[in-house]
């Protein structure tokens, strides 16, 4: 059964930090390019960063560039987000999701993703 769970969201105040994991089932998980992307209510989803299958190349959005940073574990099928300098614009619902791709060395947040976890809240909040 192929599945993807999020977890580590919750309230956090400005400046603070916060750790998502991404923990996947069922996938071969070094095939897969992975992403984060976020939901604000009554915003469009907007992609927050990738990392490659392999190599660990990553993108950014300029809205979290020099504050979160994607890491991806191949050997417990997890995926990361660490998440500094938080602010109260960064709340939302956070996805990750995974694209098979042949591309070893690079990601897209323009790629169509083939699968999605359930999503995980974070909300910034004094």
């Known amino acids: 059964q192929l599945q993807l769970v999020e977890s580590g969201g919750g309230l956090v105040q400005p400046g603070g930090s916060l750790r998502l994991s991404c923990k996947a089932s069922?996938?071969?998980?070094?095939?897969?390019?992975i992403g984060w992307f976020r939901q604000a209510p009554g915003k469009e989803r907007e992609g927050v960063s990738c990392i490659s299958r392999r190599y660990d190349t990553t993108k950014y959005s300029d809205s979290v560039m020099g504050r979160f940073t994607i890491s991806r574990d191949n050997a417990k099928n997890t995926v990361y987000l660490q998440m500094n300098s938080l602010k109260p614009e960064d709340t939302a619902v956070y996805y990750c999701a995974l694209v098979q791709t042949n591309h070893q060395v690079m990601c897209s947040l323009q790629w169509t993703y083939d699968y999605w976890g359930q999503g995980t809240q974070v909300t910034v909040s004094s």
């Open positions: 069922g996938f071969s998980f070094g095939n897969y390019a």
